[in-house]
């Protein structure tokens, strides 16, 4: 499921609250810092047996729709907490650009027996997310499970965050099934990624894959989000975090797409007044379809042209980068944070549906992606048949 959610809202480093206890010159140096590229992170998707883990690229001549894929298209990290596998990255960076996280659903569903029939996923589902933390974009420490979600919540969802400027501190969300009260978005508010506030609800009726940014030219939040009519995306505004939000647009993606799902919003480093969107064209099983528009205050949305985006990438989170922090996740050079931080606590572990493991790569489990146009994934199906859905999708049932 998202980047910018740390208020990257200018066109170079906005910070909207900082800590106080860095020393001014090289706090003026990280802030100021063009930001010269772009960093995405992103899931392939349970059609794979690796595809459930993190996958990074970096963008090519400060062009987002250009990528380099980092490890060579692997997995840049790989989970072996909870359910040992991840959807939904979102790449958190600290206000002062001193830290940075990578924080994921903790769901696994290749190998799960009756693959998304089944109703453990927002019944039994995990009530923690994967966690990985960073001071210099090379060493990475993690991974570490942080329960988040109430006891009576039937998973956790899409996990973002962004700073609260009113609080000093992170507020994470996520979408989650409360027994008994139907789905919502909570939140919780962390300083550290270690230690979180009690989950309390966010907001209501907004839908689910929930991202938000902040744009400095109408002095507005916006939270974007899978809700209303089609299965399509929705805009919504507001003047603060705790709200009211107002409805800016729905059926974002209409007349392009059949649905769409886990978008994801930033800003242009070259253009401050153009912003990105793009949804996760599921349903056809071709990866994440680019949006973009001029007036990010109108909701309206128009097809992207000309972008080459990494293949079977699904629902991520792409954020500006400075050249050194570019240098750095290519393994060439450092941030100017060569210590790695040490997470104090120990993870905490929660109970969820273990997943059973396929036989490795070039299978599909059942109820996996088998087929369609621009899919490249393996085709064979274990324990079942590859049934064309139409032209864009076939699954293993």
Request: glycine share 10%; net charge neutral; charged share 15%.
């Amino acid at each position: 499921m998202k980047f910018l959610s740390l208020l990257l809202a200018a066109s170079a480093c906005l910070v909207h609250a900082l800590p106080t206890s860095e020393s001014s010159p090289l706090l003026e140096k990280r802030q100021s810092a063009a930001l010269t590229d772009y960093a995405y992170v992103y899931f392939t998707g349970e059609g794979f047996s690796n595809g459930e883990q993190v996958y990074m690229a970096v963008s090519n001549n400060n062009n987002p729709g250009s990528w380099t894929r980092l490890k060579s298209g692997n997995p840049f990290l790989t989970s072996n907490v909870g359910t040992k596998g991840i959807r939904d990255p979102s790449f958190i960076v600290a206000p002062d650009r001193s830290k940075y996280w990578i924080i994921c659903t903790d769901l696994k569903v290749n190998g799960y027996p009756g693959g998304w029939e089944s109703p453990d996923y927002t019944t039994k589902g995990s009530k923690s997310i994967v966690v990985w933390e960073s001071t210099n974009l090379r060493d990475w420490s993690g991974p570490f499970l942080r329960k988040v979600s109430p006891d009576n919540a039937g998973m956790t969802w899409a996990p973002d965050a962004i700073w609260d400027p009113s609080r000093s501190k992170f507020m994470v969300f996520w979408t989650s099934a409360i027994s008994g009260q139907g789905w919502k978005t909570l939140k919780s508010y962390t300083s550290d990624f270690v230690n979180f506030s009690a989950a309390e609800t966010f907001v209501t009726g907004l839908g689910m894959d929930n991202t938000i940014v902040f744009d400095k030219s109408q002095n507005r939040f916006i939270q974007i989000s899978k809700n209303g009519p089609d299965n399509l995306i929705q805009q919504n505004w507001a003047s603060t975090l705790a709200g009211p939000w107002t409805k800016t647009s729905e059926r974002i993606g209409a007349g392009l797409l059949p649905a769409a799902e886990g978008p994801l919003i930033f800003q242009n480093n070259q253009t401050p007044s153009k912003w990105h969107l793009w949804v996760d064209n599921y349903t056809r099983g071709s990866g994440y379809f680019p949006m973009e528009t001029s007036n990010l205050a109108s909701g309206q949305w128009s097809a992207t042209q000309g972008f080459t985006l990494p293949p079977n990438a699904r629902h991520g989170y792409v954020i500006g980068i400075t050249s050194a922090e570019r240098n750095a996740l290519l393994g060439q050079g450092t941030v100017n944070n060569p210590t790695t931080t040490s997470t104090p606590s120990t993870p905490t572990s929660t109970t969820t549906p273990t997943p059973t493991q396929t036989n490795g790569g070039g299978t599909v489990a059942k109820w996996g992606q088998c087929g369609g146009n621009g899919y490249t994934g393996p085709t064979q199906c274990i324990d079942s048949t590859c049934v064309k859905s139409n032209d864009w999708y076939s699954q293993c049932i």
